[in-house]
C-alpha cells in the first residue's frame, strides 16, 4: 500500500485536475448554448432550400447549363473533413478522421490508387489526425474558427465550388458531425457536388410519389444562376454550424464523465488514505505495546 503522502500528493493532483475540467464543462455549456440556437434556426431554412434546389435540379432542361451537375463519369474525388482545432472532446473529432480513412482506402479505394482522392481538412484536429494515418492533406483551413460567420465559410465553399465547376474533381463528400443534442452527435457522410445526383427525402410526404411543384420567376435560367449557388454556400454554412453545436456538446459530455470519474477516484483514494493511516496508527500502537511489555520482561 503506498505511503499516506503519496496519497496525499494525489489526491491533490486529482482534485485539480477536477476542478478544471469542471471549468470546461461549465464553459463549453456556456458555448452550446449559443452554438445551438444558430444551428436549430439555420436548419429549417438551409432543409426547404435544399428541397427547392433538388426540385429544379431534376425538373432542368438539357439546354440549360448547369455546372454544378452530375457527370458521366467520376475520374477525381474531394473529401472535406470537418473537425474542430482543440481536443478533449471524446471521439468527435477521431470519428471524422475514421470516417475519412474508410471513404479513401476502401470506398474510393481504386480512385486513391491513382492518387485522384484529395482531402481538404478544415480544424487542425483533422490535419493531425490524417497525417498520422498517411493520408495526403491538399489544402487544410486552421482559421475558420477564430472569426465564424457566413461570409468567411462563403470564401471556402466558393473555392470548393470553383473546384468542381472547373472541372478539377467529379465528386464532392463531406464528413462531419451533425448536432442531435448536447449527448448525442451523428456522424455524417455527404454528398455536397453534384446537386443533380442529391437525393433529398425530405421531399417525400405520406402521399406516395409526390413532389412539390415550383412556379419559377423571372426564369429557370436566373434559378441556376442564383439560388444554386447560394443554396450549397447554405448547406457547406449548415454542416459547419452542425460540426461546431457538436464540438460543444461532446466537449461537455466529455467534462462532465471526466469530472464524475475524477470525483469516484478522489473517493476511493480518500478510502485508501483513511486505511493506511489506521494501519499505521494500528502499527505504531502494536510497537509501543510491543516495547512495554519488552521492558517488563
Known sequence: MANLKDIRTRIVSVKSTQQVTSAMKMVSAAKLRKAQDA????????????????????????????????????????IVAITSNRGLCGGFNSNVIKRT??????????LAKKNKVDVVAIGKKAVDGLKSKGIKVSNSYLELYDKLNFASVSEIAQAIMDSYANGEYDHIELVYNQFKNAAVQNLVNEQFLPVGDIVQTEIKTKK??????????????????????????????????????????????????ATDNAFELIRELKLNYNKARQASITNEILEIVSGANAMKG
Open 101 to 110: 480513412v474508410e471513404l479513401v482506402s476502401v470506398t474510393h479505394k481504386d
Open 208 to 257: 406516395s410519389g409526390y413532389k412539390p411543384s415550383y412556379f419559377f420567376e423571372p426564369s429557370m435560367q436566373e434559378i441556376v444562376v442564383k439560388i444554386i449557388p447560394q443554396s450549397l454556400k447554405i448547406q457547406f454554412f449548415k454542416a459547419i454550424l452542425d460540426s461546431v453545436a457538436s464540438e460543444h456538446g461532446a466537449r461537455m459530455t466529455a467534462m462532465h464523465k
Open 39 to 78: 444551428i436549430i434556426q439555420m436548419r429549417p431554412y438551409a432543409d426547404k432550400l435544399s428541397e427547392v434546389l433538388s426540385s429544379v435540379s431534376s425538373n432542368l432542361s438539357s439546354d440549360i447549363e448547369n455546372k454544378y451537375a452530375k457527370r458521366n463519369t467520376i475520374n477525381k474525388v474531394l
